[in-house]
């Protein structure tokens, strides 16, 4: 896998966007939306949402997923739950 990070667009309310990542945060993040049982948009705009209403609005979206990975896989780690 790439460490360059690779853009890939999103579509969040009716509104496309790219977002630039690392390779195996997009694959983690897929596999998040899959485990959630949603569409990648679905969740990008999730995490857009609670970045607009946070602590940090003026981050940009690809840290905000990238900080969503992050946190899914401390959670689980905490849990002692195996994550692929």
Do not use: Q
């Not at 579509?11 to 977002?19: A, C, K, N, Y």
């Amino acid at each position: 896998m790439s460490a360059r990070p690779v853009k890939h667009s999103l579509t969040l309310r009716g509104h496309r966007t790219s977002v630039s990542l690392e390779e195996p945060f997009w694959h983690a993040f897929r596999e998040i939306a899959r485990e959630r049982g949603m569409p990648l948009n679905e969740l990008a705009a999730e995490i857009d949402a609670a970045r607009a209403a946070g602590d940090a609005p003026d981050s940009g979206l690809a840290s905000a997923i990238r900080v969503h990975v992050l946190d899914h896989y401390r959670a689980a780690a905490r849990r002692g739950t195996p994550e692929t």
